[in-house]
């Protein structure tokens, strides 16, 4: 059996819980049952553990026997009654001396039979679907050992604030966690010896170049499905509102030049832009992930819009930003992108923060500033702020240098609500600044 050093790091971790999440196809549910599980099934003092999945068919397809590298596949010794035996009547494996219960916690009459006993090693399969109810009786604790592996899914979810957000990764694979996850983590309090760990196609030995391939083109990216299971994106949207190809991301120096492939500095010509404008968006909670957004955008001669500059801030970092602070903060990233680029004569604030737009002006008064802090125009309804977007990126008249990373980011989870055709709160804010500093001169872009 193949196995890369981050599986044998989670082999070697002593945990008390260990949450499994990432990718599809990351080799989670089949390394884990087939190294850490079996070796905690010995290590445990008690002799009666559990498997639970959706079914008890997905217990057999999923984990015993995938034809491949199932618990049957690598251990063909191993005793199966799916109909239980004279001496146990639940289905079970045997595995010497041991029993393991198999169980689907989609049917709680079945589950229930199961729940009254302590159990050595636990093992739980696709622990985001699963019955909360199941779950909270598992977790009072009646184990010594638990692992659960999932792909990720909506933020909001009741087991990852209850469960999986109190585990933390160890200090070795921190950065291996993708950043709006680890956002995530912290909202809930740790958990002391639960250990967290993401996986992807990487860290599978078996996914080779024609694997990966396949799999990549086996789900249209604007989907749930591609940005969960491909991407390993926790998020509640149904599907992207946007999505926003290479060809739309341009460097700097692209930005800043007609001519960027030219190699001599002196002969570069300069790229026209007919206006500078500036969106604003805030948010001063301290328990959410929501940011203060600042945008700096240009227009050019060829209808073009250019999203040339970001910066985030977020209150829940270690200080606590104020109305006048976003003031200061504001004035300095247009006063700092009007040596770079060129003037900006208005910046448009989010119009349902009259606090900030109050201090935004207080500051100009005082320091005499060469731009006016406005209202941002709010009349265009969403989705046709949506519907002009898109139709620019199509025809590449929205264009975003590449240094805006969060602002790439969130065009590619931004996402629509299910059941309604509405986007999500979340996943917006420099969409949102970006869209107040392009709102008043919407006739001027795209063809």
């Known amino acids: 059996m193949k196995i890369t050093q981050k599986y044998l790091d989670f082999l070697l971790t002593d945990s008390e819980v260990d949450v499994l999440e990432g990718t599809t196809q990351a080799g989670k549910t089949t390394t884990a049952i087939s190294s850490k599980f079996l070796y905690m099934i010995k290590k445990t003092k008690r002799n009666k553990h559990l498997i639970a999945a959706e079914s008890l068919g997905t217990v057999m397809s999923n984990i015993l026997s995938t034809g491949d590298c199932g618990l049957m596949d690598n251990f063909p010794d191993i005793e199966v009654f799916l109909q ?9 494996i045997k595995i010497g001396d041991d029993t393991v219960y198999l169980v689907g916690y989609s049917d709680a009459a079945r589950f229930k039979k199961v729940l009254g006993g302590q159990f050595g090693a636990v093992f739980i399969d696709e622990v985001n679907i699963a019955d909360m109810g199941f779950i909270r009786e598992l977790f009072l604790p009646r184990f010594e050992y638990c692992c659960v592996t999932l792909n990720p899914d909506n933020p909001d979810k009741e087991i990852y604030k209850e469960i999986i957000n109190r585990s933390r990764p160890i200090e070795k ?3 291996s966690v993708p950043n709006h996850i680890w956002e995530e983590l ?12 993401f996986f992807n196609f990487d860290d599978n030995p078996t996914m080779d170049e024609a694997k990966r391939e396949r799999l990549l083109h086996s789900l249209l990216p604007e989907t749930r499905e591609y940005k969960t299971k491909i ?25 800043m030049y007609t001519n960027p492939d030219e ?3 002196k002969r570069l010509t300069k790229r026209t832009y007919v206006r500078y404008t500036c969106g604003i968006d805030t948010s001063y909670s301290s328990k959410s992930d929501d940011t203060f957004a600042f945008i700096w955008g240009g227009l050019t001669r060829g209808n073009e819009y250019v999203v040339l500059e970001e910066e985030v801030y977020n209150n829940r970092d270690s200080f606590t930003l104020t109305p006048s602070d976003i003031a200061i903060k504001v004035s300095d990233f247009v006063l700092r992108n009007q040596q770079k680029w060129g003037i ?3 910046v448009f604030v989010d119009s349902a923060d009259q606090a900030t737009i109050t201090e935004c002006q207080k500051y100009k008064r005082v320091h005499a500033l ?14 046709d702020r949506i519907n002009l977007q898109n139709g620019w990126i199509a025809t590449k008249k929205y264009l975003v240098v590449d240094k805006c990373e969060q602002h790439i980011r969130e065009h590619n989870l931004y996402s629509w609500l299910p059941n309604k055709d509405e986007p999500e709160d979340a996943n917006d804010h420099t969409i949102n600044a970006s869209q ?7 006739e001027k872009i795209g063809k």
Do not use: M
Request: net charge positive; glycine share 6%.
């Open 263 to 265: 190699q001599d500095l």
């Open 344 to 346: 900006c004569p208005t």
């Open 231 to 255: 991407q390993g994106i926790r998020t509640k949207g149904v599907g992207l509102i946007f999505r926003l190809p290479q060809a739309n991301i341009v460097s700097e120096k692209w930005a």
């Open 370 to 383: 060469n731009f006016n802090f406005v209202n941002a125009y709010k009349k265009t309804k969403i989705i």
């Open 436 to 442: 107040y500093a392009f709102l008043p001169f919407k």
């Open 84 to 92: 239980g035996n004279s001496k146990q009547k639940l289905p079970h």
């Open 173 to 175: 694979y921190r950065d």
């Open 186 to 197: 912290l909202k809930a309090p740790e958990q002391k010896h639960w250990h967290y760990w």
